[in-house]
């Protein structure tokens, strides 16, 4: 509270929060104009000089977000920044495999997950490969390949299922429903057999890449969840 002289005592207002989304993951925040810098350092991107981050505008488009430029978060739309690792991986030689481009927004995308990936073509199959890929706790292994598979009309056609390799086991030892064996590239994968419902349509012009892979993320959790039904 504060004394304004005359014996009333007026509650001072809270600072207002804003939530906004860095990558995956969300954070509030009560400064309206933080710089590039200061969102860097609220997601853990130490020193901010290594990193780059952008503004995921409502378009798709991604601006960058110069480390002591401010942005406003009281304009509308502005809640999600994507972050890009600026060094490479120290003794990497091997330039991945690049057989098709992808637009602007889903290569920000995966260049924002800091690992190594490759589009690879092979037949009639067009598919972007994820190298060590994360995997959430309750499986054989914390990270593997994953690769996903763009049809002719992508994006204004589904992203369907996922391909993991090496295949993911649960440590518990119970089994893991509607899985089954491809070989893409000269590599066996486990094919996750899920697809999108009636509920949850894919979205032309709004779903891409970057959703397919958070619907990705929820399947690997939700195969825990189901175990408590």
């Known amino acids: 509270m504060t004394d304004q002289g005359d014996g009333e005592n007026v509650k001072t207002k809270p600072p207002e929060t804003f939530k906004i989304r860095i990558d995956k993951t969300d954070f509030e925040i009560n400064n309206s104009q933080p710089t590039g810098r200061d969102l860097l350092l609220l997601a853990g991107k130490n020193p901010p000089e290594r990193f780059q981050i952008f503004q995921r505008q409502n378009s798709g488009t991604l601006v960058q ?7 406003d978060l009281t304009e509308p739309g502005v809640e999600r920044f994507v972050t890009l690792p600026l060094d490479q991986t120290e003794g990497e030689t091997a330039t991945p495999l690049r057989n098709f481009r992808l637009s602007e927004t889903d290569t920000e995308t995966l260049d924002s997950l800091g690992l190594t990936w490759e589009t690879i073509r092979e037949g009639d199959i067009a598919a972007v490969v994820i190298r060590k890929y994360p995997i959430p706790a309750g499986y054989n292994c914390t990270e593997a390949d994953l690769h996903i598979r763009l049809g002719p009309g992508y994006p ?3 992203i369907d299922m996922a ?3 090496p295949a993911l086991i649960r440590v518990d030892g119970r089994e893991i429903r509607n899985m089954s ?3 893409f590239a000269g590599v066996k994968w486990q094919q996750w057999s899920r697809h999108r419902t009636a509920e949850n349509p894919w979205r032309p012009g709004l ?4 959703t397919h892979l958070a619907l ?3 399947w690997f959790t939700r195969e825990f969840v ?3 039904a």
């Open 163 to 165: 391909y993991v390799h």
């Open 216 to 218: 990705v993320n929820h």
């Open 181 to 183: 064996e491809v070989t």
């Open 156 to 158: 204004d056609t589904q």
């Open 226 to 228: 189901r175990l408590a």
């Open 65 to 71: 977000l110069p480390l002591d430029k401010t942005v």
């Open 207 to 210: 779903d891409d890449i970057g």
